[in-house]
């Protein structure tokens, strides 16, 4: 419209912001009424819990951060976090190092299968994880007898330590999200990898012709989630000390709603890592001041579609605003 | 058949096809290409019948077929929505929620009479359908995201109506659940019913070339003056519609609603469907009679293993082979990369 180049530079910018960081303002803001709301909010008891509990999805939408960057998606990651969780509580039995290579082993194939029909086979990344999501949650069926069994980790097993210790009064999963967020970060800054991935969502085409190794990276994006994933089962299963078969059902989609509530778009080619994280973190909140009003459960999944749908809303007038 | 496609060049017609005018050259017959791609579900399908025919005692009975029919039925009411909907290349991720929500209030309002109950039902099914349409099309969010967000919020609102398993005993819902019209239960009658009118809709009318030429390339369908936003509205319409309609065959069938977990993962099983019918996610070409058999196929199919005495574990192992062999045959071959 009628407006001077130079307001338009600065309302771009501030739409480009809000775009970006609009989950953070949310956060924020959420953040700081429940800490004036609730006393017991903002006590580094309640913290702790929802970094805590917030590790597992925050693991398994790293990975689905990337794969949505090359303007793929995975929903195969709920049932391969469900999968290694298990396989980690099962092997536990034959010593930590069982507990973490059997699950990485397993879920790293899964992804690598998924990746190589996705990036080799062109089939669709939707269809190819649809059918993932089907075949690991059958694979955790027949490991656990259909869903009878839940294996304990042993009482003493080191395997305990991995999601029940603590560093410097930190708690270890958290440690684990700080490390794995803070390399990720680096791979898309760092190395030649994160702009190969966000070039291959940009325009697929054109980074093949500009010699970029496409399918080699978009293969590498799908064992990545799927390690994740498996990761995230790994540290659930010795947070709780079993393998639990009914977990991560629609954690795909949650992993999604973080990543796009993040600012990363669904087309791939843009977006941060750490809007990931924040998505996840905003996610967790509601969760936990739906618990701090004493709620029913199913608000929380209200509270959450309706935050997901305004702030995508929210994106796409922000975006047109930043266009003009 | 009720294949409808825009003519892309790469799908159509390859490089070699000559420019020449007059009489265009008959296309040579490429048996494990073309010809699969179009008929592989259908042969899958006769395949399957032909294996249970000699594996499976009792197949052939009028209460086997029955059952396969009336199971079949509320996914293939919803996978018909799916099919237009991915026909635009959008996708509905929101249908399992909305068959919950929809079947959660007919308890709720039966009060009022069934007829009531079954509007009201209806009613949210349109309205969903409105608001997605509405956010997909007038405000531009993708249709994953927009129709993921209504997923989760949906299933939220169906679980706050309906905090516990309600039984259903109205005559009138027991007897639609039930009842058989010459035979046919009112379920598969529905489920007929709605394929007609799809593929009525799809082939032979105006709404539904406009339909398949916004899936084949928006922009073009904008710039040739079709009313683009009406039309990508109308599909997610049309898609709450029907699974609001499955949603409400599913409760007077099931006589009791369960709204955590009514329709969980019926996204899944309908874009399933569609995609082994046939139609690439993509957009720009449905096939109705594709996504009949694909539904088929997918039922039969778990009816099969697990009539051989299979765990729930190798049924879904083996669905998630044959699902990515199917798209792999139907379209993998396109892009050799």
Known sequence: MAVTPRRVGTAARAARLAQRQGALVVLVVLCLVAAGAFDTFATSGNLTNIAVQASFLAVIALGMTFVIFTGGIDLSVGSVFALGGVLAAYASQYGTLAALALPLAVCGAIGLVQGLIIARGG???????????LFARGLLLLVTDSGRN????PVGSAFREIAQGSILGVRHPIWIVVVLYAVGTLVLHRTSYGPTVLAIGGQRDAAELMGLPVARARVLTYVASALLAGSAGVMIASYTSSGVPIIGIGTELQAIAAVVLGGTLLTGGAGTVLGTLVGVLLLQVIANVINQLSLAQAWQAVVQGTILLGVVVAQRY??????? | MAELSTPTPSASAPAAAPAEPGPEPRPRRRLDGEWLRRYGVYVALGLLVAINLVITPNFLTVSNLRLQLVQVSPVLIVALGMAMVIGTGGIDLSVGAVIALSATLIPLYIGYGPLVAILVALAVGVATGALAGTVVARVGVQPIVATLALLVGLRGVANLAGDRIRPIRDPFLRGLGTGTLLGVPYV???AVVATVVVWFV?????????????GGNLRAAALAGLPVKRVLTSVYVASGLLAAVAGVLLAARLQAVNS?????????????AVVVGGTPLTGGQVRVLGTVAG???L?????TLIAQGQSDAVTQLVQAVIVVAAVYVQFGSRRTR
Do not use: H, K, M, N
């Open chain 2, 188 to 190: 598969v009658v529905a």
């Open chain 1, 123 to 133: 089939l669709e990344p939707f269809i190819v994880t649809l059918a993932g999501l």
């Open chain 2, 260 to 272: 955590a977990s009514l329709g969980q993962l019926a996204e899944l099983s309908a874009i399933t």
């Open chain 2, 202 to 214: 799809l082939g032979r009318t105006t709404t539904g070339r406009q339909l398949v030429a916004v």
């Open chain 1, 318 to 324: 922000l975006a047109r605003a930043e266009r003009r």
């Open chain 2, 295 to 297: 539904a088929l196929l």
């Open chain 1, 150 to 153: 839940t294996y304990d980790v």
């Open chain 2, 299 to 303: 039922q039969l199919l778990s009816s």
